[in-house]
């Protein structure tokens, strides 16, 4: 086994239409276009010596991280019985900001760990990816995905033409789980009819969303729970976004621009924080 390297995109929601919590497990239905960006996270494998256990070191998130649970839990679907690895990951993306960072981590270890074991199967990949959280099998390949059921339901898509896209991150955290309980409170999810035509509406032009579907249903929860987010959002859109939307369940605030260049610009002009991406694989 040699070492590899793999990068963790983030991602953003351009669009999350949010349905009602499932009877089986819980988790909240939705309909999302996510889109991959070129902020990520980088990810190195390394052999282990013989006896030891897989590790991980990831500056700045502290706990059970998900990128090791990824390893284990590819080592109990295959049975790959494959050397100890030790996971180094250099964290850009912001933690518990609404951007899956450590779903990406977590994608991108199932992507490291089978090329070790000679596994090419995104299928099983996402199967296993679903068991550590709604997010992850989405990032199994980075890309423009439209993710249904809770996230584990993932089709991929054509990337889209380059656009900006501006990244504010916040000194704040959202846990994920406190933000659907806010939804919940707030009565924001839709009956499952009026998410079915969410999601055909979504699917009719996911390939380049019309403005009025570029509409993230966690916002206002976000903001309930955080509401320094108002003042971002005026930000962005101040500095000419086409639109300012709450990343995922936030508390971070992303704009959307047409052109790269202005949201490389807006980044330079906004308070220290802010970072420009693209579109993950395009030009
Ligand atoms: P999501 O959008 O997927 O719901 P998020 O972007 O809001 O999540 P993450 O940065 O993925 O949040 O982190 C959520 C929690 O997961 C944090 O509390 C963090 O401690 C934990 N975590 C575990 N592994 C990682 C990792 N590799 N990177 C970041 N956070 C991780």
């Known amino acids: 086994?040699?070492?590899?390297?793999?990068?963790?995109?983030?991602?953003?929601?351009?669009?999350?239409?949010?349905?009602?919590?499932?009877?089986?497990d819980g988790r909240h239905e939705l309909v999302s276009v996510m889109q991959a960006v070129t902020l990520a996270d980088a990810l190195t494998l390394t052999p282990a010596g013989a006896g030891a256990a897989d590790s991980i070191a990831c500056?700045?998130?502290?706990?059970?991280?998900?990128?090791?649970?990824?390893?284990r839990a590819f080592r109990a679907r295959t049975g790959w019985a494959g050397p100890p690895v030790h996971l180094e990951v250099v964290k850009r993306i912001p933690v518990a900001a609404g951007m899956a960072g450590g779903s990406a981590d977590a994608g991108a270890a199932l992507r490291l760990v089978a090329a070790q074991a000679g596994i090419a199967d995104d299928?099983?990949?996402?199967?296993?990816?679903?068991?550590?959280?709604?997010?992850?099998?989405?990032?199994?390949?980075?890309?423009?995905?439209?993710?249904?059921?809770?996230?584990?339901?993932?089709?991929?898509?054509?990337?889209?033409?380059?656009?900006?896209?501006?990244?504010?991150?916040?000194?704040?955290?959202?846990?994920?789980?406190?933000?659907?309980?806010?939804?919940?409170?707030?009565?924001?999810?839709?009956?499952?009819?009026?998410?079915?035509a969410a999601l055909a509406e979504v699917r009719a032009h996911a390939a380049d969303l019309p403005d009025a579907l570029i509409v993230n249903e966690l916002e206002p929860a976000a903001r309930s729970l955080c509401p320094s987010i108002d003042a971002t959002l005026a930000r962005v859109r101040d500095a000419g976004a086409d639109h300012a939307l709450v990343a995922g369940s936030g508390p971070t605030v992303i704009g959307l621009f047409a052109e790269p260049a202005q949201a490389?610009?807006?980044?330079r002009e906004l308070p220290s924080g802010a970072v420009a991406a693209r579109p993950w694989g395009t030009a």
């Open 123 to 196: 299928g099983l990949l996402r199967e296993i990816a679903a068991t550590l959280g709604a997010d992850v099998p989405a990032q199994v390949r980075p890309g423009r995905v439209l993710a249904t059921g809770a996230g584990e339901h993932v089709e991929m898509l054509a990337p889209p033409p380059p656009y900006g896209v501006l990244v504010v991150p916040s000194s704040e955290r959202l846990a994920t789980p406190d933000v659907f309980r806010e939804a919940d409170r707030l009565g924001l999810p839709r009956e499952p009819a009026a998410l079915a």
């Open 264 to 267: 490389e610009r807006a980044a």
């Open 1 to 24: 086994m040699s070492a590899a390297t793999d990068v963790a995109p983030a991602k953003v929601n351009l669009c999350l239409f949010l349905g009602p919590a499932r009877a089986a």
């Open 59 to 71: 500056p700045g998130v502290n706990g059970d991280n998900l990128a090791l649970a990824a390893v």
